[in-house]
């Protein structure tokens, strides 16, 4: 059963507080007439401050760069993304009944995390993203717990494979990364073969790490999918002390860490909510990896993935923990990390690559010679080599009888 990793994802009010005019589900909402920017731009200076994104936009701010956001809808029309969202193809298609619109309340808080641009004047009001000319693509695999349809998405076989059609869909349409704030407890053969068709595209996938790290198994939390899955950026939460946020899951899969707890983001109808969840923290570190994109396009997923872990910052003691991975990701430093990456190739230079066609080694290799051994020659050349060290061993000691005997002759001599 797919789940998803954000606010929304469980109903106790512990997982969100009141900042605004009404609270609905657990989850805050800023009605549009009593938000002010100070409220919710304010509400972001922690994450803003964190990640160091005002030196990161010096660098890039994710112009050129499609995020894919595999989720439950983007509201296209809320004012700090219009203009910013393509709404691709729907995979819960018939999970509702006919004539019910999605909810699209989880995707458009994420989808505001990655690339909000905000607006009016400057648009210094509402919510700014890390990557805030970045291009969404709204991918729904995944229905809100209040839909009419949620209890039929989860059993019907018809849906099972949704996110691994989501991936391809997405990687086919010119995703530069995907966005994967859902989770569930078993991986599937057509997961693991979608992440490894984006991954061979150079489409770099981030995931959330889970919200069971209150549950342990086998020494940690459980492991969710795609998360799990090698070549995932897979990423945990931390509180407002940087350290893993407990609900976070801890397992060694996780990569980096980015803010989960107190997260304002944006709502479907111009609203605003304050949230907490490895969602949030997965569709930041999104934001960073589309900087990253944006800089260097032609840069891989290992090497993107390399310069997040590497520009991490509030690292572990040892440098790395199953808790916050590697570190909390700063998109200033992961910047600084991949311009050093960007300097080296995977690939030899032209004239120097392998040719799989010949042997390794260079050159053409000639006829190999068979040695054949005739074993009773073996044989006869060991028992000639045997007797020759008896025969010298006898005459070692017939010189050794000799020499004994002279000197007791030369010794009564003497006498």
């Given at each position: 059963?797919?789940?998803?990793?954000?606010?929304?994802?469980r109903?106790?009010p512990?997982?969100?507080?009141?900042?605004?005019?009404?609270?609905?589900?657990?989850?805050?909402?800023?009605?549009?007439?009593?938000?002010?920017?100070d409220?919710?731009?304010?509400?972001?200076?922690r994450?803003i401050?964190?990640?160091?994104l005002?030196?990161?936009?010096?660098?890039?701010?994710g112009?050129?760069?499609t995020?894919?956001?595999l989720?439950?809808?983007?509201?296209?029309?809320?004012?700090?993304?219009?203009?910013?969202?393509?709404?691709?193809k729907?995979?819960t298609?018939?999970?509702?009944?006919?004539?019910v619109p999605?909810?699209?309340?989880?995707?458009?808080?994420?989808?505001?995390?990655i690339?909000?641009?905000?607006?009016?004047?400057?648009?210094e009001?509402?919510?700014?993203g890390?990557a805030?000319?970045?291009?969404?693509?709204?991918v729904?695999?995944i229905?809100?717990?209040?839909?009419?349809?949620?209890r039929?998405?989860n059993?019907?076989?018809?849906?099972?494979?949704?996110?691994?059609r989501?991936?391809?869909y997405?990687?086919?349409?010119?995703?530069?990364v995907?966005n994967l704030?859902?989770?569930?407890?078993l991986a599937?053969?057509?997961?693991?073969?979608?992440?490894r068709?984006?991954?061979?595209k150079?489409?770099?996938?981030?995931?959330?790490?889970?919200?069971?790290?209150?549950r342990e198994?086998a020494?940690?939390?459980?492991?969710s999918y795609?998360?799990?899955?090698?070549?995932?950026?897979?990423?945990g939460?931390?509180?407002?002390?940087?350290?893993?946020?407990t609900f976070?899951?801890?397992?060694?899969?996780?990569?980096?860490?980015?803010?989960?707890?107190?997260?304002?983001?944006?709502?479907p109808g111009?609203e605003?909510?304050v949230?907490?969840?490895?969602?949030?923290a997965?569709?930041?570190?999104?934001?960073v990896?589309?900087l990253?994109?944006?800089?260097y396009p032609?840069m891989?997923?290992?090497?993107?993935?390399?310069?997040?872990?590497?520009?991490a910052t509030?690292?572990?003691?040892?440098g790395?923990?199953?808790?916050?991975?590697?570190?909390?990701v700063?998109?200033?430093?992961?910047?600084?990390?991949?311009a050093?990456?960007?300097?080296?190739?995977?690939?030899?230079?032209?004239?120097?690559?392998?040719?799989?066609?010949?042997?390794?080694?260079g050159?053409?290799?000639?006829?190999v010679?068979?040695?054949?051994?005739d074993?009773r020659r073996?044989?006869?050349?060991?028992s000639?080599?045997a007797?020759?060290?008896g025969g010298?061993?006898g005459?070692?000691?017939?010189?050794?009888t000799?020499v004994?005997?002279?000197?007791?002759?030369?010794?009564?001599q003497d006498?």
């Amino acid at each position: 059963m797919l789940t998803r990793d954000g606010s929304r994802a469980r109903r106790s009010p512990a997982w969100a507080r009141r900042t605004g005019a009404l609270a609905v589900a657990g989850v805050l909402v800023f009605d549009a007439a009593p938000a002010s920017a100070d409220e919710v731009r304010g509400g972001q200076e922690r994450v803003i401050r964190t990640l160091d994104l005002p030196a990161a936009w010096q660098v890039s701010r994710g112009a050129g760069v499609t995020v894919a956001v595999l989720d439950s809808g983007v509201d296209p029309g809320h004012r700090d993304l219009a203009g910013s969202v393509i709404v691709g193809k729907d995979f819960t298609k018939g999970a509702n009944p006919p004539g019910v619109p999605p909810r699209r309340l989880h995707g458009t808080y994420m989808a505001s995390l990655i690339a909000g641009h905000g607006h009016g004047p400057r648009g210094e009001n509402g919510i700014i993203g890390v990557a805030p000319e970045a291009e969404v693509l709204s991918v729904r695999v995944i229905l809100e717990d209040e839909e009419p349809g949620f209890r039929t998405f989860n059993v019907d076989h018809r849906f099972e494979d949704v996110v691994a059609r989501g991936i391809r869909y997405a990687v086919d349409r010119g995703a530069d990364v995907i966005n994967l704030s859902i989770s569930k407890e078993l991986a599937s053969k057509e997961d693991r073969a979608a992440v490894r068709y984006a991954i061979g595209k150079g489409v770099v996938l981030v995931a959330a790490a889970g919200n069971e790290g209150t549950r342990e198994v086998a020494g940690a939390a459980p492991y969710s999918y795609p998360a799990a899955f090698p070549g995932v950026v897979a990423v945990g939460a931390t509180d407002a002390s940087l350290r893993r946020a407990t609900f976070s899951n801890w397992n060694s899969s996780v990569l980096v860490a980015a803010p989960g707890v107190d997260i304002m983001g944006a709502g479907p109808g111009d609203e605003y909510w304050v949230g907490r969840g490895t969602s949030q923290a997965t569709a930041l570190v999104s934001g960073v990896a589309a900087l990253i994109k944006a800089k260097y396009p032609e840069m891989s997923p290992p090497l993107v993935a390399r310069a997040l872990a590497a520009g991490a910052t509030d690292r572990p003691p040892g440098g790395y923990d199953t808790g916050t991975g590697f570190g909390v990701v700063n998109a200033a430093k992961a910047l600084t990390e991949a311009a050093k990456l960007a300097r080296h190739t995977e690939t030899a230079p032209a004239g120097q690559a392998h040719d799989p066609a010949r042997p390794l080694g260079g050159g053409a290799a000639g006829p190999v010679k068979v040695i054949h051994r005739d074993e009773r020659r073996i044989v006869l050349h060991a028992s000639i080599a045997a007797a020759s060290a008896g025969g010298a061993v006898g005459s070692l000691m017939v010189i050794l009888t000799l020499v004994r005997r002279v000197r007791r002759a030369h010794n009564d001599q003497d006498a």
